[in-house]
Each structure stands twice: as C-alpha cells, then as structure tokens.
C-alpha cells in the first residue's frame, strides 16, 4: 500500500497546478489509478470503457492493438458515457502504460470527438521500444505523454540481500 500511495501521490503533485476538469482512465488498470487521482485533486473521473459497457454512451471509431480485440476482425472501440464530458472540459488521461499506442490514441480521437482537450496522458511506464508515443504525436502531436518511471527500470537484474 505504500508504494501505491506514493504513485499516486507524485501524480497529484505533478497534476494539482495544471487545469484539469476530469481524470478519464482507461479500460480497466486506469480505474485503478485514476480513481484515487481524481480524488487527491477534487475532480470527477470519467470511465473510458470497450464498447458496449457502459449505458448511454458516444463510442469512437474502430482500432487495433498488439493482441486481438473483441470483435472477430480482431479490432476493438471505446465508449465514454454522453453525460461525461462538457464541451471544452479539459481532461488527464490516465493509464497504467504506453506500448503500441493503440488504445491511447483511440482514447484521444474518442475525448476528441466529445470536444474535450486532453491535457495530457499519463502512465506509470512507457514502453519506449513499442513505438506508441511516436504514433500518438504523428496524430496528435499536441499530445504529451508522461511516465512516473522509465522503462529502463524493467530491465535491471534484482538481488536478493
């Protein structure tokens, strides 16, 4: 618990100066840590949810991942509930990380498509190697990322004491 606490608690020192109207996580490890966030900052947070999960809601267009998705064509959508977002809200996309960039970018046209600026996506890592960022900013390129650690972390041999 007290390591989840200080992830959360440097990404509401990162985020309590900024304009931020909502936190959107993302299906489902974003509604680990959005929650939390959002709470820290006295912001609502939005569910960012695979179609057809949520009642009354806008869902965006078809895209693909690194692994199969829900429908046979191996695609998947998101939904955002009609109710979620005002026009011009300014929102924090939260993640747990960035690989290929699929589910990210779908997130952004998605908030888009609703009128609403991402401020900014933020994740726990990012899987540099992946690409996913390179793909977000060709499409968004006002779009930053930001990682808590960097993925070189992933790839040190632990020890034992």
């Keep these: 618990p007290e390591v989840f606490q200080l992830c959360i608690d440097v990404f509401v020192q ?6 931020v109207d909502a936190i959107a996580g993302l ?8 929650p939390p966030i959002a709470l820290a900052l006295k912001k ?7 179609k057809g999960k949520l009642p009354n809601a806008v869902t965006g267009e078809e895209y693909r991942k690194e692994y199969k998705g829900e429908n046979a064509a191996g695609g998947d959508e998101l939904c955002i509930s009609n109710t979620a977002i005002k026009e011009g809200a300014r929102v924090l996309v939260i993640d747990d990380l960035v690989a290929t960039g699929g589910t990210l970018i779908a997130a952004v046209d998605l908030l888009k498509a609703v009128k609403a600026t991402v401020v900014e996506c933020a994740c726990i890592v990012e899987l540099k190697a992946l690409g996913g960022y390179g793909k977000l900013q ?3 390129p006002e779009v930053k990322v930001w990682g808590l650690i960097s993925e070189d972390v992933l790839t040190l041999e632990g020890t034992v004491a």
Aim: proline share 4%; charged share 30%.
């Design 44 to 50: 609502p947070f939005i569910m960012i949810r695979k």
């Design 14 to 19: 990162r985020y309590a100066g900024m304009d």
């Design 27 to 34: 299906d489902a490890r974003g509604f680990v840590l959005g």
């Design 138 to 140: 060709a499409k968004h």
